[in-house]
Nanobody, 124 residues
């Protein structure tokens, strides 16, 4: 099983990007998928998650109303609108075989599936 992120780039503040996470080798409905981000020197933090089985989504407060997570048959997306310089980070996609998972408990996601990350840079 493999996760591959794409869609990162450089954007001005207020702009938008859509990240994609292509999942291969997964029975998608058996998994929770999450997006995380990390700035050098800081801990990785959860951003959003989606439970494929029932479509339940979760967002951390800092992105609520600006980011939207969605998925189709083999890809998980993160639509990011009204981007801010503080959104600058490497964004990672992750998956764990579960019906529920806590995006705020990053440690609980270690040991599961992770992508290689995609850089998002928001200029002021």
């Amino acid at each position: 099983a493999r996760l591959v992120e794409s869609g990162g780039g450089l954007v001005q503040a207020g702009g938008s990007l859509r990240l994609s996470c292509e999942a291969s080798g997964f029975t998608m409905d058996d998994f929770v998928f999450g997006w995380f981000r990390q700035v050098p020197g800081k801990e990785r933090e959860g951003v959003s998650s989606i439970v494929r089985r029932d479509g339940a989504t979760d967002y951390v407060d800092s992105v609520k109303g600006r980011f939207t997570i969605s998925s189709d048959s083999n890809t998980v997306y993160l639509q990011m609108n009204n981007l801010k310089p503080e959104d600058t980070a490497v964004y990672y996609c992750a998956a764990q075989r579960a019906w529920r998972a806590n995006i705020r408990d990053v440690a609980s996601w270690w040991g599961h599936y992770w992508g290689q990350g995609t850089q998002v840079t928001v200029s002021s």
